[in-house]
């Protein structure tokens, strides 16, 4: 970067204010400024003149002025995810001095996937919350994709999931944690319950509650009727939720594959059954997954240390 150009992002970020900021992200999520004007108790005119002025401090338009709505540029599309990220962070940090000047533990942001990962996380929020009573953490339960998006926004602490995109390799820290076993799951009523030493092509006609597209279990299950020489079942129920899937299997003849670690002990207290059928791979390990070349609170260290330290007794 020459020098002109480091000079003029010295100028614009000591012009910036926080109301800049704040105005930049409710257009980025309302792409009306009648709207933005009225969350920040200012007229629209003065609105207007803030937008203009971050116009003439970037020396670029940054929303496409339309009938119905503030379209971003992709320079105005840029400008939105970093106040946005600023602003989140500013939230975080106001929200930990505060805790911490009155002797608390700060925050922890936790994203995780669900099912059996669910079964590590509670044991570890478990075990932080008797050695750090006071800490504030937040839950987030996801699927992979989306946790790695939060975690790269710093929306996220930490996450406990698989990284979905090469990329990600570059940009955080991957411990690896536990392999999944799978299994085919139905409620306790479905009549495959009685039939044993099942194949793929006895469950090619059900209808399944899978997980979303491009998660390791969707692989895993199109990975598995492709083994076979099937086309994976069309017509299916997807979602990322273990409560909404265990309603429907009590509910309906819908089959769904699930990591055993999760289903277990609603199989034990007979409220689904676990079908005969070969599934003849496990999911790939889930891991503890930090962002690289960043501080780290000494609550986040512990609370890590404590899940490595749980999944290598699972082992």
Same mark, same amino acid.
Not at 26 to 44: D, K, P, S, W, Y
Not at 83 to 95: C, D, E, I, P, V
Not at 176 to 205: C, F, N, S, T, Y
Not at 259 to 273: I, N, S, T
């Given at each position: 970067?020459? *020098? ?5 992002? &010295?100028?614009?970020? &000591? ?30 005119p003065?609105?207007?003149k ?8 970037? @020396?670029? =338009? ?9 379209? =971003? ?5 840029l400008?939105?995810? !970093?106040?946005? &990220?600023?602003?989140s962070?500013?939230?975080?940090f ?10 608390? !533990?700060?925050?922890l942001?936790?994203?995780?996937? =669900?099912?059996?990962?669910a ?5 570890s929020?478990?075990? +932080?919350?008797?050695?750090?009573p ?7 339960e *996801?699927?992979?994709?989306q ?12 996450m406990?999931?698989?990284p979905t995109? %090469?990329?990600?390799?570059?940009l955080f ?20 319950l009685?039939? *044993?030493?099942?194949?793929?092509a ?11 597209q ?8 199109e990975?598995?009727?492709?083994a076979? @020489?099937?086309?994976?079942p069309?017509? +299916?129920?997807?979602? =990322?939720?273990?409560?909404? &899937? ?11 594959l699930?990591?055993?670690?999760a289903?277990?002990?609603y199989v034990?207290?007979?409220l ?5 059928l %070969?599934?003849?791979?496990?999911l790939?390990? !889930?891991?503890?997954?930090t ?14 240390? +404590? ?6 007794q699972c082992?």
């Amino acid at each position: 970067m020459s *020098q002109d150009s480091n000079a003029s992002a &010295t100028q614009i970020l &000591t012009k910036l204010r926080f109301r800049h900021l704040q105005l930049l992200e409710l257009l980025g999520r309302t792409r009306n400024l009648r709207v933005a004007a009225e969350h920040m108790h200012i007229t629209q005119p003065a609105a207007t003149k803030i937008l203009s002025d971050l116009e003439a401090m970037f @020396g670029a =338009p940054l929303f496409e002025r339309l009938p119905r709505e503030m379209r =971003p540029t992709d320079l105005g599309a840029l400008s939105v995810r !970093y106040a946005s &990220t600023t602003l989140s962070n500013l939230g975080k940090f106001s929200g930990e001095f505060s805790t911490l000047k009155n002797g608390g !533990y700060g925050h922890l942001t936790v994203g995780f996937i =669900p099912a059996s990962a669910a079964q590590l996380v509670t044991a570890s929020i478990k075990e +932080i919350q008797r050695r750090r009573p006071r800490l504030i953490i937040k839950l987030v339960e *996801q699927s992979s994709d989306q946790l790695a998006i939060w975690l790269e926004e710093r929306r996220l602490d930490v996450m406990i999931g698989r990284p979905t995109e %090469p990329r990600h390799q570059a940009l955080f820290h991957v411990v690896e944690l536990l392999a999944e076993p799978a299994r085919a799951v139905v409620g306790q009523h479905h009549p495959l319950l009685k039939q *044993q030493r099942m194949e793929i092509a006895d469950v090619g006609e059900w209808p399944w509650i899978l997980y979303p597209q491009g998660t390791a279990m969707r692989q895993l299950f199109e990975e598995t009727f492709a083994a076979a @020489g099937m086309v994976a079942p069309v017509g +299916i129920v997807e979602t =990322p939720s273990i409560f909404s &899937t265990l309603e429907l299997l009590q509910a309906t003849d819908m089959i769904s594959l699930q990591p055993k670690a999760a289903m277990d002990k609603y199989v034990k207290h007979g409220l689904l059954g676990y079908l005969d059928l %070969p599934i003849r791979r496990t999911l790939s390990n !889930y891991s503890v997954i930090t962002r690289k070349d960043e501080a780290t609170s000494q609550a986040m260290n512990e609370f890590i240390a +404590i899940l490595l330290e749980i999944a290598a007794q699972c082992e």
